[in-house]
């Protein structure tokens, strides 16, 4: 980490475009994180109906519209202000989420590759019940109870009862059923095969589009948009992870790790994933500069968003009631388009930096 | 090599395969019936005096002409007091009603008869006279708790006929007498057999039938033909001279004298490459449409209503009209990918020995690149190629939509705003499976760029 913060200090020296781009991206976090205490004249969905489609420097009722305001009345600037918050709080929060599953997914596909998960006949079927089990009495039920008006006890009662199914399976009837000879046979489970056909299957059409099919399935809300985000955006690091997996698991100094007995999860977490860090870091980068692009193109065509939600797009699509209105595109526009630039500057130079520092 | 190719093909399917039953079982899952809304406007109205039973029959009618009264697959698991008709009833009030009754008393049997009763008593033909009956009626279907049952039954209007009322309270004590409390907490595993939609869809699809679209009840098949016809133009017009420009651009970049054009263009092509597509378009828009600044170019639409006969040139010259500027957002949405990719392989394969070679012979620099160069880089861009067509769908929804042209991106969101499931499906796998196809052919040009790779694949 402190190596990392090493690599940028040294980067900004020599690229003048990398420093621009960091210190913008770190005013416009302070700026996000302070934002909510900042003295105000209009909230970002306050209507102020007098005054619609206004333009730059009019003056409202409680005060001026710097940028002008939209078909309803808000206030451009609050919006342009806020949407760079709500839009990077999404972003980041969903790219840690994706990266998380896919580190995980891919670093266990490239270690274990087809051959490395040994279960034995036992513990599969067993897993199969237990994933029945949980996703019954974990998912469906409460889903299906939460819908109807019926009291918590009757959710309660149901996860209780997971647990204690759970805890028979695996306390119990695995060991069971292990003494029995023909169960305790191990074959391997082709991990890295389940692995790479689940990428494939994410990735086989364009991103927009799968989104803006999930997107459709169910009620606009910004959860699900997250889940559905973080759902498409785990297969390029889950890749990543693995063929970085797949070079440092044949490095000399991970065998010697291996060969002195260390576990693989302290593999995997102190010899592995240190070193995988800085293309990590780069696909996290521009993964989260292809979401806020991602997010605003959704709120423009205002599909799986709800109404309320504070966004650059949402502004800018006002654009298309009123062609003359100009100030609803530029101000959010060039918001937008600077951050994903100043992303993209960063994570282009941190690539450079880490290959050519790769070649030496 | 066609081996190899038929292998691939072949370890492609269960991708495709399962991308496509994921998106077909999850628009059924979590949707519920689709569509309910305008069965009921097609019945006159939602607050039309058509009865209940005419507009449940519609219901029932509806959602046997799409499928829809079937079970989801081949098998299901519901809580075992929940039968597996209860999307049949109607309207939906009743549904989540008739829901938390069976959660509640865990014996469907009893459920039944009490709704039974109650559809009865709003059905009884001396009903119809007492006026605010409806108002009890609909106090029942919201009463699921036994105490407030009670309470609702005593409040009955005294006029009501009797047995109706006993057999109406003698039912709602069966709900508690024959109550089995956590029977939810029991799951029941259904088998359906063939008999359902997911097997009655994947083999119509196989016999190249995707199905009837919920908006309009036109094949989905002919929906998406028309619409494939105006986005195929208007990607493939938008790739070719992306490609062309690119290749230009990136031959003129790798040239040494041009360093200077090199430090202006590489930043510039980068600011372009980070504004999203559907901002480009908008700023095109804004400059280039509308009266405010220059109007070159006509805005929404094909250009239909102006193309009534008229020879095909004339035509063509119509639609290219309306064409360029979401094509002109296209290209410029892909040219700065694309010329870094091509300069960069340009410049890489300027560093080999066979250009120095070439050099020292007495080619000139442009010549070394055109004649020498070229057909190597083309090499890697083949993958680009065929990587960036499915890529410009997603484009095309942006732009389809911004400048309303009826495409496939446009269908697309309109079915998404509409929810009109059985084209959202049949566009995820008309793109996905183009993409396959896409592949193979992208494999069969590298072994004829580059006949080494043939023997590698043997």
């Given at each position: 980490m402190i190596q990392l913060l090493n690599d940028i200090r040294q980067l900004s020296q020599q690229k003048s475009a990398f420093k621009i781009a960091i210190l913008y991206l770190l005013l416009l976090l302070v700026f996000i994180l302070v934002l909510p205490i900042l003295p105000m004249a209009y909230g970002p969905n306050e209507l102020d109906l007098q005054?619609?489609?206004?333009?730059?420097?009019?003056?409202?009722?409680?005060?001026?519209?710097?940028l002008g305001t939209d078909a309803l009345g808000r206030d451009v600037l609050s919006n342009t202000l806020y949407g760079a918050r709500s839009a990077l709080l999404i972003s980041?929060?969903?790219?840690?989420f994706a990266t998380g599953l896919g580190l995980l997914l891919g670093m266990s596909a490239?270690?274990?590759?087809?051959?490395?998960?040994?279960?034995?006949?036992?513990?599969?079927?067993?897993?199969?019940?237990?994933?029945?089990?949980?996703?019954?009495y974990g998912v469906y039920v409460p889903y299906s109870l939460a819908k109807t008006a019926l009291p918590l006890k009757y959710t309660w009662f149901s996860l209780l009862l997971l647990l204690f199914l759970l805890l028979f399976l695996y306390r119990l009837l695995l060991p069971l059923l292990k003494k029995w000879h023909v169960a305790a046979v191990t074959s391997s489970l082709p991990l890295d095969y389940i692995v790479l056909r689940l990428t494939e299957a994410f990735t086989s059409i364009p991103r927009l589009l799968l989104i803006l099919a999930?997107?459709?399935?169910?009620?606009p809300s910004v959860l699900l948009l997250s889940v559905i985000f973080a759902a498409t955006f785990w297969p390029s690091s889950a890749r990543l992870a693995r063929a970085e997996m797949l070079k440092i698991k044949q490095l000399p100094y991970f065998e010697a790790a291996q060969s002195l007995g260390v576990t693989p999860l302290h593999l995997l977490t102190k010899h592995a994933m240190p070193n995988m860090l800085g293309p990590i870091i780069v696909t996290f980068t521009f993964g989260v500069a292809d979401l806020l692009a991602l997010e605003s193109t959704l709120s423009f065509l205002g599909i799986g968003v709800p109404g309320t939600f504070v966004s650059w797009g949402r502004t800018i699509a006002g654009i298309r009631t009123n062609t003359s209105a100009w100030w609803l595109v530029v101000f959010p526009g060039a918001a937008l388009a600077t951050t994903v630039w100043a992303l993209q500057t960063v994570s282009f130079h941190l690539l450079n930096y880490f290959e050519e520092r790769k070649q030496l | 090599m066609l081996q190899y190719t038929l292998k691939r093909f072949l370890l492609s399917l269960p991708a495709l395969w399962l991308l496509v039953t994921l998106v077909f079982l999850l628009s059924r899952l979590l949707t519920g019936v689709p569509g309910e809304e305008q069965i009921l406007q097609d019945s006159g109205g939602f607050y039309s005096k058509s009865s209940t039973g005419s507009r449940e029959q519609a219901y029932l009618s509806y959602l046997e002409r799409t499928g829809q009264n079937l079970p989801l697959f081949y098998f299901s698991v519901q809580a075992s007091p929940e039968p597996d008709t209860l999307h049949l009833v109607y309207p939906a009030h009743h549904r989540t009603f008739l829901k938390q009754l069976y959660w509640q008393y865990g014996n469907p049997e009893a459920v039944n008869a009490y709704y039974q009763s109650i559809k009865e008593l709003e059905l009884a033909p001396s009903a119809a006279q007492y006026e605010g009956l409806q108002l009890y009626i609909d106090r029942l279907y919201q009463a699921t708790e036994p105490a407030s049952i009670k309470q609702t039954l005593a409040a009955l209007p005294v006029r009501i006929p009797a047995p109706l009322v006993s057999e109406l309270k003698a039912k709602a004590a069966g709900l508690t007498q024959k109550q089995q409390a956590y029977a939810?907490?029991?799951?029941?595993?259904?088998?359906?057999?063939?008999?359902?939609?997911y097997h009655t869809w994947f083999v119509n699809v196989l016999q190249g039938d995707l199905g009837t679209s919920f908006r309009d009840n036109r094949p989905v098949s002919s929906i998406l033909y028309e619409a494939v016809a105006n986005t195929w133009w208007l990607i493939l017009i938008s790739i070719l001279v992306a490609f062309i420009v690119s290749f230009e651009l990136g031959m003129l970049l790798v040239m040494p004298q041009s360093i200077k054009l090199r430090k202006l263009l590489l930043p510039a092509l980068f600011i372009i490459d980070s504004i999203p597509l559907f901002l480009l378009a908008l700023l095109l828009l804004i400059l280039l449409a509308t009266p405010s600044f220059l109007q070159l170019f006509p805005v929404f639409g094909l250009g239909y209503h102006r193309m009534s006969g008229g020879s095909w040139v004339e035509q063509l010259t119509v639609v290219s009209q309306y064409m360029a500027l979401p094509a002109i957002c296209l290209i410029l949405g892909n040219i700065p990918y694309l010329t870094n990719l091509i300069y960069r392989s340009f410049s890489e394969e300027s560093k080999k020995e066979y250009a120095r070679t070439a050099r020292a012979k007495g080619f000139s620099e442009r010549q070394v690149i055109r004649k020498q160069l070229l057909r190597n880089t083309l090499l890697p861009t083949i993958t680009v190629v065929s990587d960036a067509l499915p890529?410009?769908?997603?484009?095309?929804?942006?732009?389809?939509?911004?400048?309303?042209?009826?495409?496939?991106?446009?269908?697309?969101?309109?079915?998404v705003l509409a929810r009109d499931y059985p084209i959202i499906v049949a566009v995820v796998l008309v793109v996905a499976a183009?993409?396959?196809?896409?592949?193979?052919?992208?494999?069969?040009?590298?072994?004829?760029?580059?006949p080494r790779i043939k023997h590698a694949a043997s």
């Amino acid at each position: 980490m402190i190596q990392l913060l090493n690599d940028i200090r040294q980067l900004s020296q020599q690229k003048s475009a990398f420093k621009i781009a960091i210190l913008y991206l770190l005013l416009l976090l302070v700026f996000i994180l302070v934002l909510p205490i900042l003295p105000m004249a209009y909230g970002p969905n306050e209507l102020d109906l007098q005054y619609t489609f206004a333009g730059p420097f009019t003056s409202g009722t409680d005060g001026l519209h710097w940028l002008g305001t939209d078909a309803l009345g808000r206030d451009v600037l609050s919006n342009t202000l806020y949407g760079a918050r709500s839009a990077l709080l999404i972003s980041v929060q969903v790219m840690l989420f994706a990266t998380g599953l896919g580190l995980l997914l891919g670093m266990s596909a490239g270690y274990l590759g087809n051959n490395g998960l040994k279960i034995s006949r036992a513990a599969l079927p067993v897993t199969l019940l237990a994933l029945f089990v949980f996703f019954y009495y974990g998912v469906y039920v409460p889903y299906s109870l939460a819908k109807t008006a019926l009291p918590l006890k009757y959710t309660w009662f149901s996860l209780l009862l997971l647990l204690f199914l759970l805890l028979f399976l695996y306390r119990l009837l695995l060991p069971l059923l292990k003494k029995w000879h023909v169960a305790a046979v191990t074959s391997s489970l082709p991990l890295d095969y389940i692995v790479l056909r689940l990428t494939e299957a994410f990735t086989s059409i364009p991103r927009l589009l799968l989104i803006l099919a999930l997107a459709s399935f169910m009620q606009p809300s910004v959860l699900l948009l997250s889940v559905i985000f973080a759902a498409t955006f785990w297969p390029s690091s889950a890749r990543l992870a693995r063929a970085e997996m797949l070079k440092i698991k044949q490095l000399p100094y991970f065998e010697a790790a291996q060969s002195l007995g260390v576990t693989p999860l302290h593999l995997l977490t102190k010899h592995a994933m240190p070193n995988m860090l800085g293309p990590i870091i780069v696909t996290f980068t521009f993964g989260v500069a292809d979401l806020l692009a991602l997010e605003s193109t959704l709120s423009f065509l205002g599909i799986g968003v709800p109404g309320t939600f504070v966004s650059w797009g949402r502004t800018i699509a006002g654009i298309r009631t009123n062609t003359s209105a100009w100030w609803l595109v530029v101000f959010p526009g060039a918001a937008l388009a600077t951050t994903v630039w100043a992303l993209q500057t960063v994570s282009f130079h941190l690539l450079n930096y880490f290959e050519e520092r790769k070649q030496l | 090599m066609l081996q190899y190719t038929l292998k691939r093909f072949l370890l492609s399917l269960p991708a495709l395969w399962l991308l496509v039953t994921l998106v077909f079982l999850l628009s059924r899952l979590l949707t519920g019936v689709p569509g309910e809304e305008q069965i009921l406007q097609d019945s006159g109205g939602f607050y039309s005096k058509s009865s209940t039973g005419s507009r449940e029959q519609a219901y029932l009618s509806y959602l046997e002409r799409t499928g829809q009264n079937l079970p989801l697959f081949y098998f299901s698991v519901q809580a075992s007091p929940e039968p597996d008709t209860l999307h049949l009833v109607y309207p939906a009030h009743h549904r989540t009603f008739l829901k938390q009754l069976y959660w509640q008393y865990g014996n469907p049997e009893a459920v039944n008869a009490y709704y039974q009763s109650i559809k009865e008593l709003e059905l009884a033909p001396s009903a119809a006279q007492y006026e605010g009956l409806q108002l009890y009626i609909d106090r029942l279907y919201q009463a699921t708790e036994p105490a407030s049952i009670k309470q609702t039954l005593a409040a009955l209007p005294v006029r009501i006929p009797a047995p109706l009322v006993s057999e109406l309270k003698a039912k709602a004590a069966g709900l508690t007498q024959k109550q089995q409390a956590y029977a939810y907490l029991l799951p029941s595993l259904r088998w359906h057999g063939t008999q359902n939609q997911y097997h009655t869809w994947f083999v119509n699809v196989l016999q190249g039938d995707l199905g009837t679209s919920f908006r309009d009840n036109r094949p989905v098949s002919s929906i998406l033909y028309e619409a494939v016809a105006n986005t195929w133009w208007l990607i493939l017009i938008s790739i070719l001279v992306a490609f062309i420009v690119s290749f230009e651009l990136g031959m003129l970049l790798v040239m040494p004298q041009s360093i200077k054009l090199r430090k202006l263009l590489l930043p510039a092509l980068f600011i372009i490459d980070s504004i999203p597509l559907f901002l480009l378009a908008l700023l095109l828009l804004i400059l280039l449409a509308t009266p405010s600044f220059l109007q070159l170019f006509p805005v929404f639409g094909l250009g239909y209503h102006r193309m009534s006969g008229g020879s095909w040139v004339e035509q063509l010259t119509v639609v290219s009209q309306y064409m360029a500027l979401p094509a002109i957002c296209l290209i410029l949405g892909n040219i700065p990918y694309l010329t870094n990719l091509i300069y960069r392989s340009f410049s890489e394969e300027s560093k080999k020995e066979y250009a120095r070679t070439a050099r020292a012979k007495g080619f000139s620099e442009r010549q070394v690149i055109r004649k020498q160069l070229l057909r190597n880089t083309l090499l890697p861009t083949i993958t680009v190629v065929s990587d960036a067509l499915p890529a410009l769908v997603a484009g095309a929804v942006v732009v389809e939509t911004i400048f309303a042209i009826p495409g496939v991106g446009r269908l697309l969101v309109d079915a998404v705003l509409a929810r009109d499931y059985p084209i959202i499906v049949a566009v995820v796998l008309v793109v996905a499976a183009f993409r396959v196809v896409l592949y193979l052919l992208a494999d069969v040009c590298y072994s004829i760029a580059d006949p080494r790779i043939k023997h590698a694949a043997s």
